[in-house]
């Protein structure tokens, strides 16, 4: 059974699958030969372990980012070339605690192993194995970790070589060149309808020379995207220069874009070049470009259009190459309409409009971006490990983000440093629906059932949706009971201490 599982991943490699089905398929062939609850398969960039595919785990730890010195098991494996196993009595914190799909979801790992995975004698990443059993894999073949080594090796090794091909053909590109505009300090992380679209959108455009406008409010992340589009441009290796039009001041934006000469003005005790010159080659991101006073735009777009700059206080004429991303939260064709903005600045910048979609619009993605900040404060803050409650995960799921992506930000940050001067002295601190200090409307019995039919379905699994309708219904019950839990658990038709564990689990104080 478990060599058919093994034959079916390398007959896989002569199929036309993307590399997120191979690597799926590859972790049930292991799973089957070494029996787990949970199984991890994570790729190594710069110092940073970033979740491929797994099972056993909660979804939304496709959010989270280990880096290396930080989590002692992690940065063990990645070391070792030979299959690495922690006791279950280590003294090492397992990465997972906390994040297990159990029921409670709040169980430890007792026993934990896990494999390096090398490519051309570089380390490309790892896979961890967890059971919630002690010693569970104490028994383990040899003869079975060699072979899962090896077959993972192996299909790892296929399935970047594929990609590497694709990406000369569809770019024309060498594999090196490839290779180093892949990974960015920042990404795009999301699975929602949304975000793919966002992200083909990024695709389409990224390679061409067209002028990009990113459109979007406040806090949705439009710096990111413009890294983005920088990182999967031809211009990848050359400068991103970045300039906040509002923060200008009316007497140095045009010093600041052009560039300036000794004496040009008051305070220009040297000459200096401006934004478009130091983007030579590279890309311009010209951010709240509508905040730009009308007498600017015109200067502005001269130089997109004949790709020529003038140093304040020059009469040389400098040409530039330079790729323009702008951005805005302003509508701008209302601007033009209303006569703050030029028309055919407009027009010139817009020639590839991309909408990005406030965090409301975005599903669950509010979960994975939650893991993937939870991940960066455990860390400032010197955590062990910050997990959410469920009560937590469904009022982040509910709340309308007026600040989008930064507000998520925020809010997160201010939690976790609040739950951790709770004085939590567990190895794992709940972030509590009071810890988030978010408005929430009152639960009555009008809008109990409500609540969940106006999130769309595929937002809650089964198991979300009854959690949500439990706490949304013991809360009121317990509201109405001015407090008094026996009272409540007495309405609800429960034992009071069964009441009690269960308000525990889903963090209703």
Known sequence: MITEYYINVIEDLTRDLSSTERYQRLLRAIRHAIPCDAIVL???????????????????????????????RLDHIVNNRQVVRFESDSPLPDPYDGLVDTPDGELHVHDCMGFSIYIADEPWGIITLDAMRPGQFADVDLHDQRIAISMTRAVVTAAQRIASLEQRLSHGFEVTAELNREHGPDELIGRSK?????????????????TVLLQGETGVGKEVIARQIHLTSSRFDKPLVQINCAALPDNLAEAELFGHTKGAFTGAHSARSGRFELANHGTLFLDEVGELPLPLQAKLLRAIQEGEVQRLGSDQIISVDVRIIAATNRHLQQEVKEGRFRADLYHRLSVYPIFIPPLKERENDVLLLAEYFLEKNQWRLNIPKLVLTTASKN???THSWPGNVRELEHVLSRAALKAKSGGNSSDIVFIEPSHLDLAT???????KLSSLTDVPRNNLSLKSAIDRFQAELIQETIARHHNNLSSAAKE?????????????RLGIK
């Open 492 to 504: 609800l038709g429960v034992n009071r201490s069964n009441l009690f564990r269960l308000c525990k």
């Open 42 to 72: 994570l790729q190594l960039s710069g110092q940073t372990l970033k979740p491929i595919v797994f099972e056993g785990l909660q979804n939304d730890i496709a959010g989270r980012r280990f880096e290396l010195g930080k989590h002692p």
């Open 441 to 447: 409307q009152p639960v009555t019995a009008t809008n």
């Open 194 to 210: 949304a975000i793919n679209n966002l992200t083909q959108e990024i695709k389409t455009v990224a390679d061409s020379p067209l």
């Open 395 to 397: 009022l982040l799921l």
